[in-house]
Every structure is written in structure tokens, then in C-alpha cells.
Nanobody, 115 residues
């Protein structure tokens, strides 16, 4: 049974920082990542990390967000800096057996960026 549980979502002012966490039953997947979805907008892939540690980011978050993992704790992280209003969304921790992390989904954690 695969379980992914996100935490860390909060209300934060523009320019602020936040770190999201994802507790996983296992960290051994082909690929893991973070998706986000804002009301009225399409789901967006934010960042990914492969089993070998290779990372990739959406252009909209490059230089501001960092995806990482702690293998010993079976935990995935998303460090978010210089937050903008457009980062407001529900963020989902995901994992996959292939090239795309869409096989397993967490319940999501809400991030609201507002002044």
C-alpha cells in the first residue's frame, strides 16, 4: 500500500517562504514530484526528482523552488522562496513507476499567497 501525506501548506505574504513536506510509505519510486492546481486553472507539474536524483522544474518556479528528499525519513520536500500571488494553489505530492509521477497521489495541502 502506497501512501503519500503532504503537510506545510499555509497562508504567506508575497515574497515569503514556505517548505512543503510529503511523508511517503517508501521513497523508492522511478520518479516523484509536486503538482499544483489553482481554482479555475489547469493542473500544473511544478517539479520532479528521479530515483537517481535528477531534478527538473517548471519555468515558472525555476530559481525559486527546490525539490529534495530525505531517504532515511522517506520524506519529499518542496522549498518555496520568493512566493508570488500566482503560486496560490493546492499542492499535491505524487509518484510514478515510469517517466511521469502520476501513479500515486497525496490528498494535497493548500498554499495561499496574499497580502
Amino acid at each position: 500500500q502506497v501512501q503519500l501525506v503532504e503537510s506545510g501548506g499555509d497562508l504567506v505574504q508575497p515574497g515569503g517562504s514556505l517548505r512543503l513536506s510529503c511523508a511517503a510509505s517508501t521513497i523508492i519510486f522511478s520518479i516523484m514530484g509536486w503538482y499544483r492546481q489553482a481554482p479555475g486553472k489547469q493542473r500544473e507539474l511544478v517539479a520532479t526528482i528521479t530515483r537517481g536524483g535528477f531534478t527538473n522544474y517548471a519555468d515558472s518556479v525555476k530559481g525559486r523552488f527546490t525539490i529534495s528528499r530525505d531517504t532515511a525519513k522517506n520524506t519529499l520536500y518542496l522549498q518555496m522562496n520568493s512566493l508570488k500571488d500566482e503560486d496560490t494553489a493546492v499542492y499535491y505530492c505524487t509518484a510514478g513507476r515510469g517517466a511521469i509521477p502520476t501513479d500515486y497521489w497525496g490528498r494535497g495541502t493548500r498554499v495561499t499567497v496574499s497580502s
